[in-house]
């Protein structure tokens, strides 16, 4: 503990557990990957498959993006048919070392550029992930901006441009 000016500072530590995740595929990196993370409204995907693979997932708890997330603690998303499939698992990292899983519950079919790999998003971004959000809990700096990717979400930076994608094979749930 530690007094300065009539404060007390107390140091705290908390011990985070990861998921060990096994990488079965691993995508080329693309010039002109980005950070440009949109967003697609949840109650939009009403139809299986994308309704199977949303179905039980919850409004993220710990970052207050609004982002829904399954019972892997994949973040719910839209990616294009390049990737993969509805129920697919990936293990995103960013340029800025950040890391997440993202389970894709939309698909974005052949995309903007017609191989299935991102749609276009403002002046020169490349959209390559489309978080799935709960209509109720749409943060307004993304409403006002389009994209979570100009934000630092209580330790979730998303303010960096992809470096990697890889496919993973699923593993432990998670608790909240």
Known sequence: MHEKD???AVSTS????TETVEVIYEFPYEDGWTGCFAGE???GLRVSPASDAIYG???DPIT???????KYGDYCA???LFYGLDGDRYLVELENGTQFTVKQCDSKGYADDGEGKFHNFGDSGKCIV?????DYNLPSCVAFSGSWGYYNWNGLDL???IKSIKKINYGETVDY
Do not use: C, H, M, P
Not at 64 to 70: E, P
Not at 130 to 134: A, K
């Open 6 to 8: 009539g404060f007390t």
């Open 14 to 17: 908390a011990d985070g557990k």
């Open 41 to 43: 409204r949840a109650s």
């Open 57 to 59: 997932s919850i409004v």
């Open 64 to 70: 207050d993006t609004g982002i829904r997330r399954d």
């Open 78 to 80: 839209a990616l294009g």
């Open 130 to 134: 489309e978080f799935i959000y709960d």
């Open 159 to 161: 303010g960096a441009n």
